[in-house]
């Protein structure tokens, strides 16, 4: 959303008014760390290329006296990647998918979307799977397998994720994922509508 004007402030605060419907699954008195702060800590990952987010934001506290963090995300306590782990996992990612919408709309208005037509006045969508998680040990009923030549078997959870694109733009829109699930409870695999 960078360039001609469009603000950083406007998706952060999209985000933002997500947020309000998050679940805090905690049950006891452990509430140091807000779920709005995990949220951010998470978010801000992608905006720092250190293989340590938590490190590197308190190393940057200990010298400059604030953090990217705090300064850009307003996060007020970093949590640890265990803590944002523990607060985020239980939170449906469906939970994150009115952000694409009011964005889409966003951009619709501020004339984008227009400028991204293509042939015949159509929205191209380029389409890419990706896993977004994987274990040999760790299964459920949601998940999808992949048997190897040795035997060994691999669990894992994928997603389509679909973006906006035009020839010779530079700039895409990313749209709600669909996740591709195991449908009837043993060997099919289908993708599914969000939410």
Request: net charge negative.
């Amino acid at each position: 959303m960078g360039g001609n004007g469009y603000s950083f402030a406007v998706l952060l605060q999209f985000i933002e008014d997500s947020i309000t419907d998050f679940p805090d699954v905690r049950t006891g008195k452990n509430t140091v760390y807000e779920v709005r702060d995990a949220v951010f800590s998470a978010f801000s990952t992608f905006f720092v290329q250190c293989p340590s987010f938590l490190a590197h934001q308190k190393a940057m506290d200990t010298r400059k006296g604030k953090n990217n963090a705090q300064s850009i995300f307003g996060v007020h306590k970093i949590p640890s990647d265990t803590h944002i782990r523990n607060l985020l996992d239980p939170i449906p990612p469906k939970l994150l998918f009115p952000v694409f919408d009011a964005i889409f709309d966003f951009l619709s208005t501020e004339g984008v979307i227009d400028d991204l037509l293509s042939y015949d006045n159509l929205l191209l969508i380029a389409l890419d799977g990706t896993w977004f998680f994987s274990s040999e040990q760790i299964t459920c009923e949601s998940c999808q397998t992949q048997n190897h030549r040795n035997g060994k078997t691999t669990y894992y959870h994928s997603a389509i994720t679909p973006v906006i694109v035009k020839p010779e733009v530079n700039r895409v829109v990313s749209l709600p994922p669909e996740y591709i699930t195991v449908d009837d409870g043993s060997t099919k695999q289908d993708c599914v509508a969000p939410g």
